[in-house]
Each structure stands twice: as structure tokens, then as C-alpha cells.
T-cell receptor, first 109, second 114 residues
Framework: GQNIDQPTEMTATEGAIVQINCTYQ??????LFWYQQHAGEAPTFLSYNVLDGLEEKGRFSSFLSRSKGYSYLLLKELQMKDSASYLCAVRDSNYQLIWGAGTKLIIKP | IAGITQAPTSQILAAGRRMTLRCTQDMRHNAMYWYRQDLGLGLRLIHYSNTAGTTGKGEVPDGYSVSRANTDDFPLTLASAVPSQTSVYFC?????????????FGPGTRLTVL
């Protein structure tokens, strides 16, 4: 079966750095996405990785290792508004997105 | 309209009733999707459409039907609602459904079936 694993919840301090991990086992791989979802709102796109390595976009970076079936989202200089759930999704061989359950990130002052 | 809209925002429905969730996008995206999101689970694909006039089944299609008469609209119908269909429903769209395609989500419909 297809599986995406993420930690259920993480806590970090305002101004710090946090790394949210995602491991996957899917039938085929056509890219990995990270989305942010604030409580009661729709998911919004953060990043896309299809090749191994690090993609940096402002305070957010995303890393991919296809051989290890592993990705992480790195958030720097955390702000209170970063409190949200972060969803990892993999596009499989049928070009459908398989979603993890999400990691709820709690930022404390 | 800018982006994707969904209606209604929320609904309480008696079991056995028929319900249509509406989704409209104005981005001229070819591909559209319906997901349900339940606590502790990832988003699960119900149905999708890669282009107007075509639809396909996702991971959890039973009890749901869709149609895609034009590019903009993609309604989801529950023919006879059951309590297990209580969920938050998100409609999404993307340019073409290709590998690097980003999906854009509507605000969601919170449905409760009693």
C-alpha cells in the first residue's frame, strides 16, 4: 500500500528553527509537495521537490532524498503566524496526490 | 470571483437525504478534484476530472458522484447521505494534472450527516 508518515504534532519557540520530517512509500514518484493549512482554512501550496536536494524559498526550505523516501520542511525564524498544520503529499505513478495526515506545529512565545 | 469558491460553507443534513456540494473556479484550470478531510487522516481523493467532459474515481468514491459539464464547475453529489460522510470537503483545481502541477484549494464545506 501507499503510505506517507509525518509526526502528528511538534512544538517550537518563536524565532527558532524547526524541521518537519516526512517519509513515504508510494507506487511511483512524480514529485513531493508541502502545503500549509491554518485551522479551519484550506491548504495552501508551499513547495515542490522532484529532484534530490534542497529548495530554498525565503524562511522555508524543503529537502528531498528519493533513495531514502524522505523529505523535510525547514522553517526558520519562526513567527506566531507559522502555527498551522503542514501537509506532505507525494504524486504517485497515476499522477494522483497521496497525502500525509499532517503535522500540527505549535509556536510558543 | 477570484480562485475557487465552494457552497455551502457548512451544512447539517439528515441521513438519507440527497445533497450537492458546489465548486466553481475562474482560473480556466483543466483539472479539478474533490477531497474529504477527516481528523487524523490525510486528504483523500473522492473523484477527479482532468478536463471538461471526463471524470475519474479516486481513493474513496463510493456514495459520491460528480459531473463536469464545463471547465468552471465540478459539483459533488451525495445521493443518499450517511453519517460516515460527515467530513470537511475540499474542492481543488490545477492547470493540467501534470507532475509538477500545483493544486489550489477552495475554502471547504463542512458537512454533518445526522
Amino acid at each position: 500500500g501507499q503510505n506517507i508518515d509525518q509526526p502528528t504534532e511538534m512544538t517550537a519557540t518563536e524565532g527558532a528553527i524547526v524541521q518537519i520530517n516526512c517519509t513515504y512509500q508510494t507506487s511511483g514518484f512524480n514529485g513531493l509537495f508541502w502545503y500549509q493549512q491554518h485551522a479551519g482554512e484550506a491548504p495552501t501550496f508551499l513547495s515542490y521537490n522532484v529532484l534530490d536536494g534542497l529548495e530554498e524559498k525565503g524562511r522555508f526550505s524543503s529537502f528531498l532524498s528519493r533513495s531514502k523516501g524522505y523529505s523535510y520542511l525547514l522553517l526558520k525564524e519562526l513567527q506566531m503566524k507559522d502555527s498551522a498544520s503542514y501537509l506532505c503529499a507525494v504524486r504517485d505513478s497515476n499522477y494522483q496526490l497521496i497525502w500525509g495526515a499532517g503535522t500540527k506545529l505549535i509556536i510558543k512565545p | 470571483i477570484a480562485g475557487i469558491t465552494q457552497a455551502p460553507t457548512s451544512q447539517i443534513l439528515a441521513a438519507g437525504r440527497r445533497m450537492t456540494l458546489r465548486c466553481t473556479q475562474d482560473m480556466r484550470h483543466n483539472a479539478m478534484y474533490w477531497y474529504r478531510q477527516d481528523l487524523g487522516l490525510g486528504l483523500r481523493l473522492i473523484h477527479y476530472s482532468n478536463t471538461a467532459g471526463t471524470t475519474g474515481k479516486g481513493e474513496v468514491p463510493d456514495g459520491y458522484s460528480v459531473s463536469r459539464a464545463n471547465t468552471d464547475d465540478f459539483p459533488l453529489t451525495l445521493a443518499s447521505a450517511v453519517p460516515s460522510q460527515t467530513s470537511v470537503y475540499f474542492c481543488a483545481s490545477s492547470i493540467s494534472g501534470g507532475a509538477s502541477d500545483t493544486q489550489y484549494f477552495g475554502p471547504g464545506t463542512r458537512l454533518t450527516v445526522l
